[in-house]
């Protein structure tokens, strides 16, 4: 027997192969990857067939309209339930798993390298992940098409999206979706790493998702809106508007970046300290709970404090101003579309030259933040006439900037959910719509 | 030549916090030998297996193995496999699929892997492609034990691997091991089962509270042991346990049962025949490793 070599440390591409494998060999993965390829495009499919379409959810009232609302109608349901609970299932369980089954020892022994477990397990999961996302996306957006038809998309505030334009944006939508989503990914892997076989580390990506939906939803000032690593699920939507709303979204993107890899690093940290040998650890323990939520919960202040100083907005970010020029303008594009609906002459939106005085509670309440008692009165011009047109609106403004406007007549313009047009009855783009404020926005535009 | 040790440990020392699992321990592995580790539960057994796979360092103190000394964790030798703390499968693998993944993460094309011989060899041929979650404890065992040997190794670390087997996958193991041992390859095991240990093992080292208490060849065990309790069946007990009264260094302990250094029932069973006491059965109540295993590491005890 001469003296032996060391034993060199398993390459990454096997290493990832391996927990490839592993994931794959898993019956609930399986299942979950071929429904995220089969079911949105079944769900957006049926539901575009329906009469009732779901206007509670962003762009689900063009369902009938477009294929390429069905894709964003999923979006919006991805990032409130889907893609948390994915993310759990993959990225909550890579490291628990081992500790569950009682492999970790087995694993080290194969790989001799804990640092190449560790980006194996994450690329694994990563790659699971964003085949989960692609079969979202690719269902969704062929379910939509082939059963509606590759139409132009109604925009955010109203003007009207070449075929060509909405798919693209709808590929981007998702595609930035993916920062908050690898940063949920990623707080999976620190609550796997941290909390062992405990089921609180599967749960992890889904309680936390769940307390950011809910800070959402709260009257928070903007800066803490937007420094919450989720923000993203929200800001997709200012790339339907023109022009496109870049300074939440990026945002959005850059703190759900930042948070993937703190998070990771974290992650990466704490697992690489960890003591194999030693029978009684299964996870890191209370202490490393500490260092693991610290760090974030620094992050999160450091986040608040930077967006705060950068952007100079204050408050909920939702004024009188914004509220008005952006209910005028969804209306102004809308009054466009109704008015070529019905075969009269076009008009431009400069020649409507459209105007909105909103005011909240009645003018009893300073008109600032979200409501439903938000009331616009919208006035506008038609060419060569004098009189003016006007219209009321009811809106139910969330904290996140979205609102609905609802029309409060006249009948003629926003009384009727349908309008008789030349070629039969169609949806009256005006008696209802969707719209946002854009919560950095500071000058007024035009 | 002189061909290095397959483990040679010295003054190995390794704590977890304030809690010292194991306390200057010396250890030495020959090429081919299949060395049993015995102790109480947290004796530090697994512990000592950790550091020969590779999983930790020791605190203080040196090791080698196969040749080369191990000054950081996971830094073992090509040839070092085995399994602590239960034979790590995956459940929604099948038997076949846990090897050829492990094979491929080796740099191996499962297919000249050796694979179905490696089953064949611990008798899982007939199970091999139902998936491992569905395996009793033996023969979750025995799989890990077909993981190990796809490794080709020179020095095997087995964790408790008689645990749950049924007489069947025990004699399975046994040959495996044996066959290991007979082509060189040295073997370190820990049990609780000490008849496994007895057949399997020419050497065995108990370890209790992270110390060694004894360490070397099963014969010098027994030798050094105290006092053993025999059964002793004759054609006539009442005669027989007359003789044994008298005898010197005889301690009749109960009806056919009595307490003696082997010297000393040299001597009884030389009597007994030559008084026309015909012996039935002569055998140790308990083995003599599990006499010393039972003294040793009950000193101290209170």
């Known amino acids: 027997m001469t003296a032996a070599t060391l034993a060199r440390p398993a390459p990454l591409s096997r290493g990832l192969r391996f927990e490839l494998v592993k994931l794959v060999s898993q019956w609930r993965i399986r299942l ?10 079944l769900f957006v499919a049926a539901v575009s067939q329906q009469s009732t379409l779901p206007v509670d959810t962003l762009f689900g009232r063009w369902m009938h309209a477009t294929g390429w609302a069905g894709p964003l109608v999923m979006l919006g349901f991805a990032g409130t339930w889907a893609l948390p609970l994915l993310t759990s299932l993959v990225a909550g369980d890579v490291f628990a798993s081992e500790d569950r089954l009682g492999t970790w020892r087995h694993l080290l022994v194969a790989v001799r390298s804990p640092r190449r477990i560790f980006v194996a397990k994450s690329l694994g999961a990563l790659t699971v992940l964003v085949l989960m996302v692609a079969g979202l ?13 590759n139409q132009p998309l109604v925009g955010l505030d109203g ?23 690898l940063a949920l990914a990623a707080i999976g892997l620190l609550g796997s790493v941290l909390l062992g076989k405990s089921p609180m580390g599967l749960l992890l990506p889904a309680v936390v998702a769940l307390a950011l939906q809910l800070a959402q939803m709260l009257p928070i000032p903007v800066s803490v809106r937007l420094a919450l ?3 993203a699920y929200i800001a997709w939507n200012g790339l339907f508007t023109s022009p496109a709303q870049w300074g939440p979204l990026l945002i959005g993107i850059g703190v759900g970046l930042l948070w993937a890899v703190t998070a990771t690093a974290l992650a990466y940290v704490l697992f690489l300290r960890r003591d194999f040998t030693s029978l009684a650890s299964d996870g890191t323990g209370r202490r490393a709970l500490l260092f693991g939520v610290l760090p974030l919960t620094a992050l999160l202040v450091a986040s608040i404090v930077v967006i705060g100083a950068a952007t100079g907005v204050s408050g909920s970010g939702i004024g009188q101003d914004k509220v008005q020029r952006s209910v005028a303008t969804a209306f102004a594009h809308l009054y466009r579309l109704q008015t070529g ?3 009269r002459p076009d008009v431009t939106e400069a020649q409507l030259a459209t105007t909105a005085d909103c005011n909240k509670g009645g003018g009893q309440r300073d008109p ?4 439903n008692d938000w009331r616009c009165v919208i006035t506008w011009h038609l060419p060569d006439t004098t009189a003016t047109g006007q219209a009321i609106y009811q809106l139910d403004l969330t904290p996140d900037g979205r609102y609905m406007a609802d029309g409060d007549g006249p009948k003629e313009v926003n009384g009727y959910f349908l309008v008789h047009t030349p070629a039969g009855d169609a949806p009256n783009p005006l008696w209802q719509f969707d719209g946002n404020v854009d919560l950095l926005s500071t000058t007024p535009k035009g | 030549m ?3 040790r397959a483990v040679r440990a010295r003054g190995i020392t390794k704590c977890f916090g304030v809690v010292v699992a194991l306390d200057e321990i010396d250890l030495d592995v020959a090429p081919g030998q299949i060395h049993g580790l015995v102790g109480p539960n947290g004796a530090g057994k697994t512990t000592l297996l950790g550091l020969l796979l590779g999983l930790a360092v020791a605190d203080s103190g040196k090791l080698e193995i196969l040749g080369t000394p191990i000054r950081r964790a996971l830094d073992a030798p090509d040839g070092v496999a085995g399994f602590v703390d239960g034979p790590g ?4 693998l099948t038997a076949r699929q846990n090897l050829a993944a492990l094979a491929r993460l080796r740099g191996r094309d499962p297919r000249g892997a050796g694979i179905d011989e490696a089953l064949d060899q611990v008798g899982l041929t007939d199970v091999a492609d139902d998936r491992a979650g569905g395996f009793s404890l033996g023969m979750r065992q025995r799989l890990g034990l077909a993981a190990a040997l796809l490794a080709q190794p020179r020095l095997l670390i087995l964790d408790e691997p008689s645990n749950g087997l049924d007489p069947v996958g025990s004699r399975h193991v046994h040959r495996v091991l044996s066959g290991l041992a007979a082509e060189g390859t040295s073997i370190v095991l820990s049990s609780h089962r000490m008849d496994d240990v007895e057949a399997l093992c020419s050497e065995v080292t108990i370890v209790a509270t992270g110390r060694v208490v004894f360490s070397g060849p099963l014969s010098k065990l027994a030798a050094e042991n105290r006092e053993l309790d025999y059964r002793l069946r004759t054609s006539d007990p009442v005669k027989a346990r007359a003789l044994a009264s008298e005898a010197a260094g005889i301690t009749v302990v109960a009806d056919e049962v009595v307490r003696a250094l082997v010297p000393a029932l040299d001597e009884l069973v030389t009597r007994l025949v030559r008084e026309n006491v015909a012996i039935r059965e002569l055998t140790p109540v308990v083995s003599p490793l599990e006499a010393a295993f039972l003294n040793l590491t009950q000193e101290g005890t209170p």
């Open chain 1, 32 to 41: 979950v990857v071929l429904a995220c390829w089969v079911a949105p495009g």
């Open chain 1, 137 to 149: 996306v690719f269902s969704s957006a062929l379910g939509g098409v082939l059963a509606v038809g």
């Open chain 1, 159 to 181: 003007h009207l999206l070449s075929a060509g334009d909405a798919g693209a944006r709808v590929l981007l939508a998702w595609a930035c979706v993916l920062a908050p989503t």
């Open chain 1, 229 to 231: 690593p989720g923000y």
């Open chain 1, 341 to 343: 609906q019905l075969n």
């Open chain 1, 368 to 371: 600032e933040g979200a409501g």
């Open chain 2, 2 to 4: 002189d061909r290095p």
């Open chain 2, 89 to 92: 499968l995956y459940p929604s």
